[in-house]
């Protein structure tokens, strides 16, 4: 993991992605998390008093962020523009690959935070819980979309094998894109736990 | 004899990702200031516990539940809960620090074993003997402060079992005496579990690179693109008397894999790896290659190079045989 190098979409996915914001996306997702709150309410409990706090998630290859806040059934996801300035307690930026890896457990937060691959900033104790909680809750494609059952492992399998993909071109040398991480001069922070 | 290994678990799932990857005994705590993990999202709920150890015992492993923290003046109901929920969740041990706590373990669980937490830094016959005979303590974790020479001459003269960090963060103070973080945020890992809590960590970003401060203290600055870290006090860079350099200690992990034969030898009973706030993947990877290791030293071949196949996951990739093999006396 310590050799893991900042990565972007290939030029013609992040054209592809381009229209996104302008379907219901948030509300596709804020359903989805809603959903998984109600079948799994324990990932939230984990989160703890910081499940309102508003995390925006920035994947540099893409031309807008999300805004999350993960109260359980009370859930929201938006879509933002890019640059647009809203009000968020946390900014994690980062290529889309390496923040889909994070979600799904396949890449070590550690791991991409040392090597600064990912970018926080904000508030660290709630980054550290929404990390741990994530962390814990071994998220699979299905989860979020609701599915179970035989249904639910194809769903797994397809989607994780997209991501797969979707890793493999942007490692590719031919379709990667300079991803550099938001930059700014606003606090930024590193979510690891300290080593006592 | 195998030597038991004793492994991390911050969560339910790093539980089970240890127990599979071959760990004999897992540790773990609640999700409170009894522990010495205290951190957002991280920890286990009664409920989480009573199912990992279901799991575990499963498994054939066992559980062990740190309540390592020293009880907060007046106000014991959190730890002594905590005894009580260990000892209803079925838990192998516990493993405690505080003299008061391990007197009332003592009279109201006695059929709780008790293993006493490096926190409490006994590393003399004289202080381990005294907490065997006064609580009946069965074993105890070493402060990271002996030789493997030490060890060996203090195996000797004490009833207990012994068990030996080998792999992880080092915590360079004499463990549960350190003020360091009380005094730049008011919280320590003694009293409210946690060292440098994550409150107080702000990184800021500006032409020169990262400045990273652990309340109003810098703790260190990173060049543009130069690997980040965890702004621990002791593992700060700091200016004094016009030099910059790690006062305290340099950012190493401790890798002592390649000890494994002579701290068996030295008598000790357990290996431990640290890294209660690692996630899964650094959990399942450091259990698997010390379960080699071990294994193949209990049938009497050769370390699997286990230093090696692990030094990738020491932070920032420096490791150290810390106090093992001291050079410094
Ligand atoms: S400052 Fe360092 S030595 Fe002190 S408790 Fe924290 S990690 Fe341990």
Redesign the pocket.
């Known amino acids: 993991m310590t050799d893991h190098q900042p990565k972007g979409l290939p030029a013609p996915l992040r054209f592809l992605a381009k229209p996104l914001p302008l379907l219901p996306v948030g509300t596709i997702l804020s359903l989805a998390v809603r959903r998984l709150a109600a079948r799994r309410p324990g990932v939230f409990d984990r989160i703890g008093p910081y499940r309102t706090c508003r995390f925006r998630i920035a994947p540099v290859d893409l031309d807008f962020d999300f805004l999350l806040v993960p109260d359980g059934t009370r859930a929201r996801v938006d879509t933002i523009p890019r640059r647009a300035r809203v009000a968020s307690d946390v900014e994690i930026g980062g290529p889309l690959v390496d923040l889909l890896g994070l979600l799904d457990g396949t890449l070590d937060g550690d791991a991409l935070f040392f090597t600064r691959t990912i970018t926080v900033r904000g508030r660290t104790d709630a980054v550290v819980a929404l990390r741990n909680a994530i962390e814990d809750a071994e998220l699979k494609p299905a989860d979020l979309l609701g599915l179970t059952g035989r249904l639910g492992t194809t769903a797994d399998a397809v989607i994780l094998k997209a991501i797969a993909l979707l890793r493999r071109l942007a490692t590719e040398p031919s379709g990667r894109e300079s991803a550099d991480p938001p930059g700014g001069s606003s606090p930024s922070i590193t979510p690891f736990g ?3 | 004899m195998s030597l038991e290994l004793v492994c991390p678990a911050g969560t339910p799932s790093a539980l089970r990702a240890a127990v599979e990857a071959g760990a004999h005994s897992v540790y773990c705590g609640f999700r409170d200031e009894t522990n010495a993990r205290n951190f957002p999202g991280l920890n286990f709920s009664p409920d989480e516990l009573v199912d990992g150890i279901r799991f575990a015992h499963r498994h054939g492993a066992k559980v062990l539940v740190a309540i390592n923290t020293f009880v907060r003046a007046g106000h014991p109901t959190a730890w002594i809960k905590a005894l009580a929920n260990a000892e209803g969740a079925g838990a192998d041990a516990v493993i405690l620090a505080d003299i008061a706590l391990l007197d009332h373990a003592k009279r109201h669980h006695p059929s709780l074993r008790l293993h006493l937490s490096v926190q409490a830094a006994a590393a003399t016959p004289e202080a381990i003997q005294f907490y065997a005979e006064a609580f009946d303590v069965k074993r105890v974790v070493l402060p990271r402060v002996l030789s493997v020479e030490e060890i060996a001459a203090l195996a000797k003269e004490i009833t207990v079992e012994t068990e030996a960090f080998v792999f992880g963060g080092l ?3 004499a463990e549960g005496r ?1 003020s ?2 009380s005094y730049a945020t008011g919280k ?2 003694n009293l409210t579990g946690v ?2 809590p994550p409150e107080h960590v702000t990184y800021t970003d500006d032409a020169e690179g990262t400045t990273a401060k652990l309340a109003r203290f810098t703790i260190e600055r990173f060049g543009a693109g130069e690997p980040a870290g965890y702004p ?3 593992k700060g860079r700091f200016i004094a008397e016009g030099k910059t350099g790690h006062w305290f200690e340099d950012p190493v992990s401790l890798n002592a894999a390649e000890l494994i034969r002579p701290l068996a030898k030295a008598g000790v009973t357990a290996l431990k790896i640290e890294g209660r706030q690692r996630g899964k993947g650094y959990v399942a990877e450091v259990v698997a290659a010390f379960r080699a290791a071990v294994d193949a030293i209990a049938a009497g071949r050769d370390d699997p190079d286990t230093a090696k196949r692990l030094a990738g996951l020491t932070e920032g990739g420096k490791q150290t045989a810390g106090a093992y093999k001291k050079t410094w006396r």
Do not use: D, G, I, W
């Open positions: 300290s080593r006592s | 915590c360079p103070m350190c360091l973080s320590s890992p060292c440098s621990t006090l002791c």
